[in-house]
């Protein structure tokens, strides 16, 4: 009997918090530290999806425009096109799909354009190392593929794979409200401040 092909809706990460085309950038920011995640799709008023955009496009976009996260808007750093794939497109389609536009994520969207969950590199590492190990006669090959499934599992599944993450140490982010600069850190900053007069 002939296999059935996997679909994204088998492997794609759902819910996924979204932010709007008019959002600040401190509130994707905040979304993206809150929720840890890499990236966020970008809807319209309609919850349609738009656009993605990443940790990374906050970043340069702090850098370059030398200007609060809340004075930047989402929609000036967000990406200039958008690749999506459907829920019951087959797997190896969406692969494809990535591969040709060099992308790591794409969001899924119903027949609306409404994002309906994410389709990643990660879940696909994760799917594609499953159940490999116990076939692979190659200890380094099975550590690394083990090592892959930590790193790339979503961190609330990891519950259901001790073995794959055991020994692995959690870092998580301070508090958001701990984001705060030492004494030290500020006092050296003032130190700089004072020995260049007149700089902003």
Same mark, same amino acid.
């Not at 593929?145 to 140490?169: D, K, N, Q, Y």
């Not at 982010?173 to 984001?179: D, F, N, Q, V």
């Given at each position: 009997?002939?296999?059935?092909?996997?679909?994204?809706?088998?492997?794609?990460?759902?819910?996924?918090?979204? #932010?709007?085309?008019?959002?600040?950038?401190?509130?994707?920011?905040?979304?993206?530290? $809150?929720?840890? #995640?890499?990236?966020?799709?970008?809807?319209?008023?309609?919850?349609?999806?738009?656009?993605?955009?990443?940790?990374?496009?906050?970043?340069?976009?702090?850098?370059?425009?030398?200007?609060?996260?809340? $004075?930047?808007?989402?929609?000036?750093?967000?990406?200039?096109?958008?690749?999506?794939?459907?829920?019951?497109?087959?797997?190896?389609?969406?692969?494809?799909?990535?591969? $040709?536009?060099?992308?790591?994520?794409?969001?899924?969207?119903?027949?609306?354009?409404?994002?309906?969950?994410?389709?990643?590199?990660?879940?696909?590492?994760?799917?594609?190392?499953?159940? #490999?190990?116990?076939?692979?006669?190659?200890?380094?090959?099975?550590?690394?593929?083990?090592?892959?499934?930590?790193? #790339?599992?979503?961190?609330?599944? $990891?519950?259901?794979?001790?073995?794959?993450?055991?020994?692995?140490?959690?870092?998580?982010?301070?508090?958001?409200?701990?984001?705060?600069?030492?004494?030290?850190?500020?006092?050296?900053?003032?130190?700089?401040?004072?020995?260049?007069?007149?700089?902003?």
């Amino acid at each position: 009997m002939k296999r059935q092909a996997m679909s994204v809706r088998d492997v794609m990460t759902s819910p996924v918090h979204t #932010c709007r085309v008019d959002d600040s950038l401190d509130r994707a920011a905040q979304l993206l530290w $809150e929720h840890d #995640c890499g990236c966020l799709p970008v809807v319209d008023t309609e919850g349609v999806a738009r656009s993605m955009i990443t940790d990374r496009d906050i970043c340069m976009a702090a850098y370059t425009g030398g200007r609060p996260l809340r $004075e930047l808007r989402v929609a000036d750093s967000m990406s200039r096109g958008l690749v999506v794939c459907s829920p019951d497109d087959e797997l190896r389609t969406a692969a494809e799909r990535m591969a $040709e536009h060099q992308v790591r994520r794409l969001p899924v969207v119903d027949d609306a354009g409404r994002v309906q969950g994410l389709l990643s590199v990660n879940d696909l590492a994760c799917r594609a190392a499953d159940g #490999c190990t116990s076939s692979i006669d190659d200890p380094p090959a099975v550590e690394m593929l083990r090592v892959l499934m930590a790193v #790339c599992r979503h961190r609330s599944a $990891e519950a259901e794979v001790p073995e794959v993450a055991a020994g692995i140490t959690e870092i998580r982010p301070p508090a958001r409200e701990s984001r705060q600069p030492s004494k030290k850190t500020r006092k050296t900053r003032e130190a700089k401040g004072a020995s260049h007069p007149g700089t902003d």
